[in-house]
């Protein structure tokens, strides 16, 4: 990795400014996704010179767009600054992007921004089985990726209101008649499996559009631990619920549903994490590495 700069936690929280945005654990806790509690010292460790560092590369491009008006004569409207994440399911990039919409938000009030995630442009249930997809759930055929290049095409444009699709995973499917609005952020915060992957057939790469890209990294063994425990949350959460995916599942004995949640992890995600995912890690401006307990230990920055 000789493009990459290497920092352990304390080399890096050194890089941070001064004065630090101030966040409480009850803020904090309401961005974690199913009840762990994301580290407080985190956020003064890792994420303060994270947000500070991404809000130097947006004023650069902010700062080029309008040379480049200035050159140009024309009065081009600002695009938006695209930040992509990347990781295997369950690794922690939904967390991460609510955590950095927040402290972006709270930092930079004057910035508009919006966080969404690309499993919205999986195809419905009804469609992957159509297509005999249903066990391919997350590989790049499963996802509509002309839509999302579209999409993110229409971002840029600055169009003033862009509706894109929702996934459910308490349904394990796309939302019905459910979307979700981007409407001229300044920043869209992107995250999702996929965002880094090379396209198939001649399409474009959604990474051309992005400004800056997040790879949450983490050994296999410990993501499948924080899948597992992902999985028995959602499914006790919806234990009550008849219509809901896990409702059989969370009724059913315990080893039904443990044998189920392996066979889904060793089958599907962490082949998909072998063969698509990982391999497009280098590709990423910065690696965030996680061990035991969520701790980012080391922040890989890429220079070239
Ligand atoms: N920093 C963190 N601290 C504690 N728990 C976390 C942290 N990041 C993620 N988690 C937990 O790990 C699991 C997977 O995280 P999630 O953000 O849903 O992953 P992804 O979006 O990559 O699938 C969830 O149960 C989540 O609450
Ligand atoms: C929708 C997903 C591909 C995306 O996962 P995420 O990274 O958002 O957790 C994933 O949650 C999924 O459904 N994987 C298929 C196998 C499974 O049910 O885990």
New binding site residues.
Partial sequence: MKNYTAFNRDEWAKLAPKNKVEITQEELANI????????LT?VHEIYTTLISYLHLVYKEKRSGQAKQREFLHRDLKPAPFIIGIS??????????ARLLQLLLSRTYPELKVHLMTTDGFIYPNAELKRKNLMSRKGFPESYDMALLTDFLKDVLSGKDDIVYPLYSQELSDIVPGKYGHVQNPDILII?GINTLQLPRGGQVVTSDYFDFSLY?DAEENIIEK?YM??FY?VMDMNKNDPDNYYYELANAPREEATKFAEETWQMINLVNLREYIAPTKQRASLILHKTTG?LIDQIYLRHF
């Fill in positions: 974690k996704s199913l009840g762990d509690v994301v580290d985190d990781g295997s399911v369950a690794v922690g990039k939904s967390t991460t995250e949450i924080w425990q992902r949350k969520h």
